[in-house]
């Protein structure tokens, strides 16, 4: 499956965006995606994931209550809403697909996305 992140941008502190990862050349209902972050300097992280069903989700603690990640199956796509957004979110946000279980390895995400810059200013 081939993956396009979209949706970043420049955000002040306490705003909110809306980052999308689409999904093509194969269905992504049968996959696990996560969403990903590297900020400069720093090591890809984490942030959020989703699987097959939509009901199980996964969470990195830095996000928690403040994102959250929801899939559309017949759109293939899946969403993560930022509310909340701090200046250390700033980062090039990845989606990533899997198959199997959900989990936060990074080597468990074999498609990645292009990635998109969120900037999220004070």
């Known amino acids: 499956v081939q993956l396009q992140a979209s949706g970043g941008g420049l955000v002040q502190a306490g705003g909110s965006l809306r980052l999308s990862c689409i999904g093509s050349?194969?269905?992504?209902?049968?996959?696990?995606i996560g969403w990903f972050r590297q900020a400069p300097g720093n090591a890809r992280e984490f942030v959020a994931g989703i699987r097959f069903s939509g009901s199980t989700t996964l969470y990195a603690d830095s996000v928690k209550g403040r994102f959250t990640i929801s899939r559309d199956n017949a759109k293939n796509t899946v969403h993560l809403q930022m509310n909340g957004l701090k200046t250390e979110d700033t980062a090039v946000y990845y989606c990533a697909a899997a198959g199997g279980i959900l989990t936060t390895m990074i080597g468990a995400y074999t498609s990645w996305g292009q990635g998109t810059l969120v900037t999220v200013s004070s």
């Open positions: 050349g194969r269905s992504i209902s049968n996959s696990v």
